[in-house]
């Protein structure tokens, strides 16, 4: 009977004694407690701009896989939403969950349905999915071997893999002893700037492009340009780059705002709805997702940035469905409370 674990706390100690007799205890040095491959890295952050940089490295590495770790099962299940909410395909996994529920979460993170999962660090013990390209330490784990059970989901093998810690305040020195204990350097890493997101997206874009350009059959097209450069008066250049910004700006008609609504201050294809609700009705993203979900059929993926404050919300809507969603949720209720709703002002 052979018992593995990535390390032995008395726990793990006492169970295996309730399956072994007389086992011969074989430990692995500290220097291979954590993979070679994958690449270890840390952010200094304020715990309100913790979303913000999360979203930005998610974009910014486009990882197919994602694995996210909080410490409790009710950060687990706001910052799920919160993803949702911000078009991200994302589901949680904790133990509050049924085994039914958590068979679930697991087969759709499995067959790629969804693409990040948030966990606690008791429901991703056992979490053996091929292609986890990135663990995130969204809060920094309690314990020492906590940290290696998380960067652990990544990097198997022998693939590379990246392991992203946030660290807030006096998380530095708990830092410090989880590099200390795994023998192993955790770099640090300024944080990613919007523009350095639109960048790798221009880079994503044009590795896309020439992709694009090496596989499909492009004689139809080829011949279209041909005809521009015979009859009109344009270099190939100048097409090229006529067509490139068009694709690049192609929800140019979504940063219209829409008629009717002004500039409600939100994202572009968006409207920002204020909602006369918050947190002293104890009200969260959730509630908000789940109302506007539940009573106008909007998927909750659809919606987007959700700022809740002591007596009111802002949260934004595609364009094509804010009527809608004016219409329904006027007047209508969230968790109990009759809410009024209306377009937002700018920011």
Not at 166 to 185: A, E, H, M, N, P
Not at 207 to 221: P, Q, V
Request: charged content about 30%; overall charge negative; some cysteine.
């Amino acid at each position: 009977t052979l018992f593995f674990s990535a390390t032995i706390p008395k726990t793990i100690l006492r169970l295996g004694k309730s399956y072994q007799n007389n086992p011969e205890f074989i430990k692995i040095t500290h220097e291979t407690l954590t993979v070679p491959s994958i690449e270890q890295f840390y952010y200094e952050v304020r715990r309100g701009n913790k979303l913000d940089v999360l979203t930005r490295l998610l974009d910014l590495n486009t990882p197919e896989l994602s694995l996210i770790f909080c410490n409790t099962r009710r950060m687990v299940d706001e910052l799920s939403i919160q993803l949702q909410a911000r078009g991200y395909l994302a589901d949680s996994i904790h133990g509050g969950l049924n085994q039914s529920q958590r068979d679930r979460v697991m087969d759709k993170f499995r067959n790629g349905i969804i693409e990040i999962l948030v966990a606690t660090d008791v429901a991703a013990r056992g979490i053996d999915v091929e292609g986890v390209e990135a663990v995130f330490n969204y809060d920094l784990p309690q314990d020492t071997d906590y940290y290696v059970h998380r960067i652990g989901r990544t990097g198997r093998a022998g693939n590379a893999g990246k392991a992203f810690t946030f660290v807030v305040g006096k998380d530095i020195y708990k830092l410090r002893d989880i590099q200390k204990y795994t023998k192993t350097k955790i770099n640090r890493q300024k944080v990613p700037s919007i523009n350095d997101v639109q960048e790798a997206k221009t880079e994503q874009f044009i590795d896309l492009l020439t992709d694009y350009i090496d596989k499909e059959h492009l004689a139809k097209y080829i011949k279209i340009i041909e005809e521009l450069l015979e009859n009109d008066n344009y270099t190939s250049i100048e097409i090229a780059a006529a067509l490139l910004k068009m694709v690049m700006e192609n929800q140019s008609k979504e940063e219209q705002v829409e008629e009717g609504f002004g500039d409600t201050g939100a994202e572009p294809g968006m409207v920002r709805l204020f909602i006369n609700t918050g947190k002293r009705d104890k009200i969260g993203p959730r509630h908000i997702v789940g109302a506007i979900a539940g009573e106008t059929g909007l998927e909750g993926r659809l919606i987007g940035a959700i700022d809740v404050y002591d007596d009111f919300t802002f949260v934004e809507v595609p364009h094509d469905k804010a009527h809608e969603v004016l219409k329904i949720m006027k007047n209508n209720y969230i968790k109990g409370n009759k809410v009024n709703v209306e377009p937002a002002n700018p920011k």
